[in-house]
């Protein structure tokens, strides 16, 4: 069993930046898939980023070059750095592990961007 916790999220001005965070609790993640999804109300949960053990990126089209996913696999912890937010970027933002064959979520953390 994996418990992830995000913490990062907040209200912010359209332009800003936010960088969230999410901790695993099992060591060793090394070989999992991390990624963040959101999901903004009324709508479904949709992929933004995400990060292979070797580091590859992937990035949903609306994100490229605003978004940029990390990983510190000595923390068991990933990264999603945003800039500049823009306010259809609010939503809850999860984060998710899939280490075969098993995956994981987070609570999520709100992120809210004023225009």
């Known amino acids: 069993q994996v418990q992830l916790v995000e913490s990062g999220g907040g209200l912010v001005q359209a332009g800003g930046s936010l960088r969230l965070s999410c901790v695993a609790s099992r060591n060793r993640l090394s070989a999992a898939v991390m990624s963040w999804y959101r999901q903004a109300p009324g709508k479904q949960r949709e992929l933004v980023a995400s990060i292979t053990s070797g580091g590859s990126t992937t990035y949903a089209d609306s994100v490229k070059g605003r978004f940029t996913i990390s990983r510190d696999n000595a923390k068991n912890t990933i990264y999603l750095q945003i800039n500049p937010l823009k306010p259809e970027d609010t939503a809850t933002y999860y984060c998710?592990?899939?280490?075969?064959?098993?995956?994981?979520w987070g609570q999520g953390t709100q992120v809210s961007v004023s225009s």
């Open positions: 998710h592990v899939y280490l075969w064959p098993n995956y994981y």
